[in-house]
């Protein structure tokens, strides 16, 4: 499978709420570079991550725009992010239901057929001016 195929196949199931299967993509040894955050290794890390974000943000990805390299094993997507924000998530605003649309990419590294690198990238001051705002 091209490095495109598998960014596609990742956020469909991301989409459909598939979280095993979007996880199934991964190489155990994922390195996952958290927006304007830390770095987490490993599929358990990546899992307990998106646990914490599935309690505070009810999130769809559209207007997905996938580029893979040549060799297939790098890759980018552009998308917009259109969420709610359910729950609040320790360190930011209070969450009272806000919608959010916010512009975000994401820098990918393929290995045999899964992801093992994902560099996600939004901005977070917009977010957080948007679901202040609201």
Do not use: C
Not at 8 to 19: C, E, K, L, P, T
Request: proline residues 1%.
């Amino acid at each position: 499978m091209n490095a495109a195929a598998v960014i596609q196949s990742y956020y469909d199931a991301f989409n459909r709420g598939d979280v095993e299967g979007f996880l199934d993509l991964l190489t155990e040894d994922v390195i996952h570079d958290v927006n304007q955050g830390g770095r987490e290794i490993g599929k358990a890390a990546f899992r307990a991550f998106v646990a914490k974000m599935s309690r505070s943000y009810r999130e769809t990805l559209t207007d997905m725009v996938i580029f893979g390299s040549a060799d297939g094993a790098r890759g980018a997507a552009e998308f917009v992010v259109n969420g709610e924000y359910v729950a609040t998530d320790e360190g930011l605003p209070e969450a009272k239901g806000q919608k959010y649309v916010l512009p975000a990419g994401a820098f990918f590294e393929i290995r045999d057929g899964k992801v093992a690198r994902i560099t996600n990238y939004y901005n977070l001051n917009d977010w957080i001016a948007m679901v202040s705002a609201a």
